[in-house]
C-alpha cells in the first residue's frame, strides 16, 4: 500500500484514549499513551482546517504522519519509548534526591505528561514511584544533617549551635520515633502516674482530752 493510499484521523486518534497531544518545541506531536510513540507531527493546528499529512520513514525506521512543511526537515521523533527499565532508572535517581518532575524531559526520561499517561495505562508504575519517594526521605534527613553540621555564623555562634541541636532532636525522632518524637514525649507525660489533691474545707483531727478529764471519768 502507498502513503497515497494510507490515511490518518488525528480527531478520532484523540478520542479512543490511547492517544495524547505534546507540544515539544514548535511541533506538535500526537503521542500513543502506551509506547510513548509519535504518531503524527505538525508544525501547527488550524482549526477547522482538515489536515494534510504525508506518511514518512525516518532514518531508524519508524513511520510517522507529518505536515508539508515538515516533511523535507524531520530526522527524528526524539520519543522515549516505555519501558521499565526507564522507569526503574527514574526511581533510582528520586532515590539519590531528585524531583520527578525536574528529571522528567531530561536524560532520555519521558516528559511529565507521558509519564502520567503511563501511570494510568500501567498502575505498577504509581506504586514504585512511592517506594521511591519513601527511599528517598534518608538521602534528604542526611542532607539536613551534614547541613546543619556544617552550620557556622560568626555573627551569633550560640545560633549555629541551636540549629545543629534542632536538628539533632529531629532526626532522633526520624529514626526512632516510639522514643523521641515529640508525640512519644506526651504520651509518656499522660501515662505518668499523678497524684491529686482535693482541697474540701474539712478538718478532720482528733479531739484533744484533757488529764483532768479523764481522771474524772475513772
Not at 518545541?25 to 504525508?54: C, F, W, Y
Not at 500501567?122 to 542526611?142: C, G, M, N, Q, S
Not at 553540621?149 to 529531629?170: C, F, G, L, Q
Amino acid at each position: 500500500m502507498s502513503n497515497l493510499e494510507k490515511s490518518i484521523n488525528i480527531m478520532e486518534l484523540l478520542k479512543d484514549g490511547n492517544h495524547y497531544t505534546e507540544k515539544r518545541g514548535s511541533r506538535i506531536h500526537i503521542i500513543n499513551a502506551l509506547t510513548g510513540k509519535t504518531i503524527s507531527m505538525q508544525q501547527d493546528i488550524t482549526p477547522g482546517v482538515p489536515e494534510k499529512l504525508e506518511l514518512i520513514t525516518l532514518e531508524d525506521g519508524t513511520e510517522v504522519w507529518v505536515d508539508n512543511n515538515l516533511a523535507k526537515h524531520v530526522t527524528s521523533t526524539c520519543d522515549v519509548l516505555f519501558s521499565p527499565i526507564i522507569i526503574d532508572l527514574l526511581c533510582q535517581r528520586i532515590v539519590e534526591g531528585g524531583n520527578i518532575t525536574a528529571l522528567c524531559g531530561t536524560e532520555s526520561f519521558p516528559s511529565y505528561v507521558t509519564l502520567c499517561k503511563w501511570k494510568r495505562a500501567h498502575p505498577w508504575i504509581d506504586d514504585a514511584l512511592e517506594k521511591a519517594k519513601v527511599d528517598r526521605a534518608d538521602f534528604y534527613r542526611d542532607q539536613v544533617m551534614k547541613e546543619a553540621y556544617e552550620a557556622e555564623s560568626m555573627k551569633d555562634p550560640i545560633h549555629a549551635t541551636n540549629v545543629r541541636i534542632d536538628a539533632y532532636k529531629w532526626a532522633s525522632a526520624i529514626d526512632n520515633p516510639a522514643k523521641y518524637s515529640p508525640r512519644a514525649k506526651m504520651e509518656a507525660t499522660i501515662n505518668m502516674p499523678t497524684q491529686i489533691i482535693v482541697d474540701t474545707g474539712i478538718v478532720r483531727e482528733a479531739p484533744v482530752i484533757a488529764v483532768e478529764e479523764l481522771d474524772e471519768s475513772k
